[in-house]
């Protein structure tokens, strides 16, 4: 497919050959993380016009690049289309060249109901997906046109789209309305709060580690001198908070698709730049780490009884994470953190595990 008529190529930059813009290239490659910037945010009624994603790309590829073995492709910026569905139809057409090369697309900037195209693309190559979105909104509204309040409730009402698992992190109780939070708790799918991933990872680790999608919504962090999103936070994830869910986004083990959205292009802080392309960095950092990671993996297994009844808990030897379920397939059983397992010792079993 000729992308040549709907993305701008990105401008070449000097750089350290230890730095990872000196080994970015501009073609899609097989196993490859590609990068594609978006300027359309009519979808959170803003505006279209391609905007300069210079600056980030300038803090971006002046970091370093390590042992970084994986290629890494900046493919550029994506035109808008004449209508919000027309630039969703352009993104969902190179999300399916890059599925079908086995890339993993990083999607930057855009309104958040782009993900419904990062969705609707993998959905076509991948059934069953377990889809995690850091987002501090949790918005099911009706309607006719795709925005980034119509999104998700489009998402779940699409006869064709197969939602293994979803979870919802980072959502705010005053930002919500209280039906839309019902409702998610009633089909079952997580939900947790800012207040339960601030300091620490561990607890919603296990969110994703499974994912094939991750989508994140900048409004969920928190801004500082300078909006760093289009409808920017006092309260959200602080700056060392997203960079490693970042990186826990890339050690993910089933990841094929990511996206940051909302975040305020128009920005003039040197700080926000810096912090996007940090994000980037922590990113390519995690997926690195995984493919690192033996293919093999062994358990141990321990048994807790609790009121009688024997449940199963399994530790990854290599990686220390924790599995909940007696399947021998270790595909079918729950992620979970050695909390949930100290917690099962005492006799309290989280409601998440057992659902099944």
């Known amino acids: ?10 401008r070449n930059f000097k750089t350290e050959s230890w730095q990872i813009g000196n080994r970015i290239t501009k073609e899609i490659k097989e196993d490859s993380i590609v990068l594609l910037f978006i300027s359309d945010y009519r979808g959170s009624n803003g505006e279209a016009e391609v905007q300069d994603f210079t600056s980030v790309r300038k803090e971006f590829y002046k970091l370093s690049q390590l042992d970084f073995e994986i290629p890494i492709v ?3 910026d994506l035109v808008s289309g004449k209508s919000v569905q027309d630039s969703h139809y352009i993104l969902q057409e190179v999300l399916s060249v890059c599925h079908y090369k086995r890339a993993i697309p990083l999607i930057i900037g855009g309104s958040n109901d782009f993900a419904f195209s990062l969705f609707s693309a993998l959905n076509f190559h991948k059934k069953q997906i377990n889809y995690t979105q850091i987002s501090n909104i949790i918005s099911l509204q009706q309607g006719e046109h795709i925005n ?11 006869k064709s789209f197969s939602i293994k698992n979803y979870h919802h992190l980072g959502y705010q109780k005053h930002l919500n309305e209280a039906d839309s939070i019902k409702l998610i708790k009633e089909v079952e799918f997580d939900i947790i709060r800012l207040a339960e991933m601030m300091n620490s990872t561990e607890k919603t680790e296990p969110f994703f580690r499974k994912a094939d999608l991750v ?3 900048c ?7 300078e909006p760093f999103s289009m409808n920017p936070q006092v ?3 602080n700056r060392r908070e997203i960079c490693a869910y970042m990186k826990e ?3 993910s083990e089933n990841l094929k698709s990511v996206g940051i959205f909302n975040y305020n292009i128009y920005s ?3 700080l926000n730049h810096q912090l996007l392309a940090q994000m980037i960095w922590y990113m390519i950092e995690g997926i690195n780490i995984q493919q690192s990671h033996p293919r093999e993996r062994h358990y141990e297994i321990f048994y807790v009884l609790i009121d009688d009844r024997q449940y199963t808990f399994k530790r990854d030897t290599f990686s220390n994470l924790w599995y909940f379920g007696d399947d021998e397939n270790i595909e079918n059983c729950i992620p979970c953190s050695r909390k949930d397992f100290d917690e099962a010792k005492k006799g309290w079993l989280s409601a998440r595990l057992t659902k099944i």
Request: aromatic share 12%; charged share 20%.
């Open 1 to 10: 497919m000729n992308f040549e008529d709907f993305i701008i190529s990105p």
């Open 74 to 76: 900046d493919l550029g």
């Open 148 to 158: 980034e309040h119509t999104f998700l409730s489009k998402m779940f009402a699409t």
């Open 215 to 217: 989508t994140v919504n």
């Open 219 to 225: 409004d969920a962090i928190e801004s500082f001198s």
């Open 235 to 237: 309260n959200g994830l």
């Open 249 to 251: 986004i890339g050690l």
């Open 268 to 270: 003039e802080s040197q």
